[in-house]
T-cell receptor, first 113, second 113 residues
Framework: DTAVSQTPKYLVTQMGNDKSIKCEQNLGHDTMYWYKQDSKKFLKIMFSYNNKELIINETVPNRFSPKSPDKAHLNLHINSLELGDSAVYFC????????????FGPGTRLTVL | KQEVTQIPAALSVPEGENLVLNCSFTDSAIYNLQWFRQDPGKGLTSLLLIQSSQREQTSGRLNASLDKSSGRSTLYIAASQPGDSATYLCAAPIKAAGNKLTFGGGTRVLVKP
């Protein structure tokens, strides 16, 4: 059983396009996260939602817009893609807060050409 | 300033040797510390979570220690196997970062047969 799933696994697109990444968790967790892992492999949090409410919004360009239709789903929409957006994006979830164990999805490798 | 640091960035050992992975953090008031494993092109797998009240946590060949006063955690992997080759990341909710899970840069481990 997949606990945290993401689609697509790979995404290759041109600069200026708009794209979305989807995430779903079947763990019954209240909190979901988006992380970005850059080419140097550093993982940094972008957003966090708790029960569909945005609770963390790091200094991320407003071209990135998360949406949580329900607590099991957290999608990430990116407008006007730039070369610097190329990275691996990970979704994660935890029972309630960031101090609980976080479970990660397999990642979406985004390449902007 | 990097709040969670892992040194060295890469480590190579012969099969059978014990692995010692280091993690340093700046906030002695962390709630817990997590160790993750990341295989190339994959997501993160949670290995161990040590609560702030614990000194160590064990799971099979893995043992993680936590010393909050010195700001250090160590992950020991006994009798390493080639299948242990991966990148190991530590992460902690850092107060200065609003208790967001903050990751170290990871240690890339290669266990040679």
């Amino acid at each position: 059983d997949t606990a945290v799933s993401q689609t697509p696994k790979y995404l290759v697109t041109q600069m200026g396009n708009d794209k979305s990444i989807k995430c779903e968790q079947n763990l019954g967790h209240d909190t979901m996260y988006w992380y970005k892992q850059d080419s140097k492999k550093f993982l940094k949090i972008m957003f966090s939602y708790n029960n569909k409410e945005l609770i963390i919004n790091e200094t991320v360009p407003n071209r990135f817009s998360p949406k949580s239709p329900d607590k099991a789903h957290l999608n990430l929409h990116i407008n006007s893609l730039e070369l610097g957006d190329s990275a691996v994006y990970f979704c994660a979830s935890s029972q309630s807060t960031a101090t609980d164990t976080q479970y990660f999805g397999p990642g979406t490798r985004l390449t902007v050409l | 300033k990097q709040e969670v640091t892992q040194i060295p960035a890469a480590l190579s050992v012969p099969e059978g040797e014990n692995l010692v992975l280091n993690c340093s953090f700046t906030d002695s008031a962390i709630y817990n510390l997590q160790w993750f494993r990341q295989d190339p092109g994959k997501g993160l797998t949670s290995l161990l979570l040590i609560q702030s009240s614990q000194r160590e946590q064990t799971s099979g060949r893995l043992n993680a220690s936590l010393d909050k006063s010195s700001g250090r955690s160590t992950l020991y992997i006994a009798a390493s196997q080639p299948g242990d080759s991966a990148t190991y990341l530590c992460a902690a909710p850092i107060k200065a970062a609003g208790n967001k899970l903050t990751f170290g840069g990871g240690t890339r481990v290669l266990v040679k047969p």
